[in-house]
């Protein structure tokens, strides 16, 4: 009886840390991505880490649709804590598979800022946030959120109003629940421009420019950027934290414009910064928006039992680069296969006329082909290696350039540049081709780095086996002669044990010699 009232005590205490612990939320398992999936979205972030942030391809939702549609289309639905915590819990589970942009619609309630249609608080929001983050704060995890805000179209509120109602000041919610630490805001952006730190899609510093990934993750440790989506000019959510609707270009329903089929409408393209599209997709469309630069907003309807289907157009988007079951986990062992070397660590670009598309493979490092190179001064010009007899070391910068002249070995590291390798494609008609782009994953296993064969992995440092072998030597030599020491005492007998057995029987001996009783 003592043992089962203990038992029953424990469980009740784990039923009640579970209640009273919402945030402990376990990741669903079609949010939760594979180690593959894991490598394919980190490199393809560091591909990126030099491209300005309005360039680089983002896969955002609609949250009115895609997590609190029940509260637009049902009035009778009931916002209860446990509701709230369901929200929350789906929230978790969208930026671990992979989302990027969170369109939030928000409204005053009673002196405090919620999620318009529910009672959930936007503090409880930006605490969820915030738990992402915090879990992903490191340089294999981390990328840029941004969060787009729109409240209500015939909201008015005055100076006054934060004096009696401070929770309705965004300034001082972000700053609480989200962190003036991780935000970049409009006086950063000022600051990056002045110093030079801005660039705009051609690599040149402007004061109208950017700052590349690389830049805002690693150099100013920021991951979020939030702006406004209010369709009015002057918005009633200022704050020194909230950029103003002008800085994207954000379409709703079907793109107006044309996917850019030659060099001079890609160079216009890039220079649009920011262009989203929110509208229903399925899965060939959002392919397409993503192949012409575009970043979708999925505005698709789905509840609480439903929200797992989203995992269809999230799987076409979130890695638009490499292919299906790619990146292939291996090790950086060289075999010998049937005489053959081969090392499965580098990748090619797979072209397929067929379906005039393009992906990133795993290939082995010492098969021959053709190599891909941009010119150095335009991204949207590549051109191909005459020789196709290149094995991916051929490109290891030390020899002659296997490129042509002002071109250098390169890989598309946004969708728009893989556009212009596929309208270069079309005109000199090649048709399936596999090439060698700077990609590879020599150095370390499953560490996807460019800048040739002997690129080295910025996550973990590698020691060579000769170096290794180096530094084990003197250890083995030492382990070696203990096990000799240890060994030899074992077998032979030490001089102390044989004294003591040499005095033992000279004492018997002079016992038998003593005669017993009294001499007479």
């Given at each position: 009886?003592?043992?089962?009232?203990?038992?029953?005590?424990?469980?009740?205490?784990?039923?009640?840390?579970?209640?009273?612990?919402?945030?402990?939320?376990?990741?669903?398992?079609?949010?939760?991505?594979?180690g593959q999936r894991r490598t394919a979205?980190?490199?393809?972030?560091?591909?990126?880490?030099?491209?300005?942030?309005?360039?680089?391809?983002?896969?955002?939702?609609?949250?009115?649709?895609?997590?609190?549609?029940?509260?637009?289309?049902?009035?009778?639905?009931?916002?209860?804590?446990?509701?709230?915590?369901?929200?929350?819990?789906?929230?978790?589970?969208?930026?671990?598979?992979?989302?990027?942009?969170?369109?939030?619609?928000?409204?005053?309630?009673?002196?405090?800022?919620?999620?318009?249609?529910?009672?959930?608080?936007?503090?409880?929001?930006?605490?969820?946030?915030?738990?992402?983050?915090?879990?992903?704060?490191?340089?294999?995890?981390?990328?840029?959120?941004m969060l787009f805000l729109r409240p209500?179209?015939?909201?008015?509120?005055?100076?006054?109003?934060?004096?009696?109602?401070?929770?309705?000041?965004?300034?001082?919610?972000?700053?609480?629940?989200?962190?003036?630490?991780?935000?970049?805001?409009?006086?950063?952006?000022?600051?990056?421009?002045?110093?030079?730190?801005?660039?705009?899609?051609?690599?040149?510093?402007?004061?109208?420019?950017?700052?590349?990934?690389?830049?805002?993750?690693?150099?100013?440790?920021?991951?979020?950027?939030?702006?406004?989506?209010?369709?009015?000019?002057?918005?009633?959510?200022?704050?020194?934290?909230?950029?103003?609707?002008?800085?994207?270009?954000?379409?709703?329903?079907?793109?107006?414009?044309?996917?850019?089929?030659?060099?001079?409408?890609?160079?216009?393209?890039?220079?649009?910064?920011?262009?989203?599209?929110?509208?229903?997709?399925?899965?060939?469309?959002?392919?397409?928006?993503?192949?012409?630069?575009?970043?979708?907003?999925?505005?698709?309807?789905?509840?609480?039992?439903?929200?797992?289907?989203?995992?269809?157009?999230?799987?076409?988007?979130?890695?638009?680069?490499?292919?299906?079951?790619?990146?292939?986990?291996?090790?950086?062992?060289?075999?010998?296969?049937?005489?053959?070397?081969?090392?499965?660590?580098?990748?090619?670009?797979?072209?397929?006329?067929?379906?005039?598309?393009?992906?990133?493979?795993?290939?082995?490092?010492?098969?021959?082909?053709?190599?891909?190179?941009?010119?150095?001064?335009?991204?949207?010009?590549?051109?191909?290696?005459?020789?196709?007899?290149?094995?991916?070391?051929?490109?290891?910068?030390?020899?002659?350039?296997?490129?042509?002249?002002?071109?250098?070995?390169?890989?598309?590291?946004?969708?728009?540049?893989?556009?212009?390798?596929?309208?270069?494609?079309?005109?000199?008609?090649?048709?399936?081709?596999?090439?060698?782009?700077?990609?590879?994953?020599?150095?370390?296993?499953?560490?996807?780095?460019?800048?040739?064969?002997?690129?080295?992995?910025?996550?973990?440092?590698?020691?060579?086996?000769?170096?290794?072998?180096?530094?084990?030597?003197?250890?083995?030599?030492?382990?070696?002669?203990?096990?000799?020491?240890?060994?030899?005492?074992?077998?032979?007998?030490?001089?102390?044990?044989?004294?003591?057995?040499?005095?033992?029987?000279?004492?018997?001996?002079?016992?038998?010699?003593?005669?017993?009783?009294?001499?007479?």
């Open positions: 009886m003592p043992m089962q009232r203990a038992l029953l005590k424990a469980y009740l205490w784990v039923l009640l840390i579970i209640t009273f612990l919402p945030n402990c939320h376990a990741i669903d398992s079609w949010a939760q991505p594979s979205i980190r490199s393809q972030r560091d591909m990126l880490a030099n491209v300005t942030i309005d360039e680089i391809p983002i896969v955002g939702v609609d949250l009115r649709h895609v997590l609190f549609s029940d509260n637009f289309t049902s009035s009778s639905n009931l916002n209860t804590n446990q509701t709230n915590t369901i929200y929350m819990n789906n929230l978790s589970d969208l930026l671990t598979a992979g989302v990027q942009g969170l369109v939030l619609d928000i409204e005053p309630n009673h002196g405090f800022w919620v999620v318009t249609n529910t009672t959930l608080l936007l503090s409880t929001f930006l605490d969820t946030l915030e738990s992402f983050l915090l879990s992903t704060n490191d340089n294999l995890s981390a990328d840029i959120i209500p179209v015939n909201l008015t509120l005055n100076s006054t109003v934060y004096h009696t109602h401070p929770q309705l000041n965004l300034t001082y919610i972000l700053d609480q629940h989200l962190g003036s630490s991780r935000i970049y805001s409009p006086s950063i952006l000022a600051a990056d421009r002045a110093m030079g730190d801005a660039w705009d899609a051609f690599g040149e510093s402007k004061t109208d420019g950017w700052p590349t990934l690389g830049t805002f993750l690693y150099t100013r440790k920021k991951r979020v950027l939030i702006t406004d989506l209010s369709s009015k000019s002057n918005s009633t959510i200022d704050s020194p934290y909230i950029f103003p609707n002008t800085i994207t270009h954000y379409s709703s329903g079907n793109m107006t414009s044309d996917c850019p089929n030659t060099l001079s409408a890609l160079s216009y393209m890039s220079t649009v910064s920011f262009q989203f599209l929110e509208a229903v997709f399925n899965e060939d469309d959002i392919s397409e928006y993503v192949s012409c630069g575009v970043s979708p907003i999925i505005s698709n309807t789905y509840n609480v039992n439903s929200l797992s289907n989203i995992k269809t157009l999230l799987d076409k988007t979130v890695v638009w680069s490499w292919g299906e079951d790619e990146p292939t986990i291996s090790n950086t062992k060289i075999t010998i296969v049937k005489d053959t070397l081969e090392a499965l660590n580098c990748a090619q670009l797979s072209f397929s006329s067929g379906t005039d598309s393009m992906t990133w493979q795993v290939a082995n490092c010492y098969d021959n082909k053709r190599g891909l190179c941009r010119y150095k001064d335009h991204k949207y010009v590549w051109k191909l290696t005459k020789d196709d007899d290149n094995t991916y070391f051929s490109f290891d910068g030390r020899g002659d350039s296997k490129c042509p002249d002002d071109y250098v070995f390169a890989i598309p590291r946004t969708p728009l540049e893989e556009k212009a390798v596929l309208l270069y494609f079309r005109q000199q008609n090649i048709t399936d081709i596999d090439a060698w782009i700077d990609l590879n994953s020599i150095s370390v296993s499953n560490c996807w780095v460019t800048g040739g064969p002997y690129a080295s992995c910025p996550y973990q440092k590698v020691v060579s086996r000769r170096n290794f072998v180096t530094m084990l030597l003197p250890v083995v030599i030492c382990s070696f002669a203990i096990l000799c020491i240890v060994l030899y005492l074992s077998i032979l007998r030490t001089p102390i044990h044989d004294n003591r057995k040499n005095w033992r029987r000279i004492v018997n001996k002079i016992s038998k010699a003593e005669f017993e009783g009294v001499p007479s």
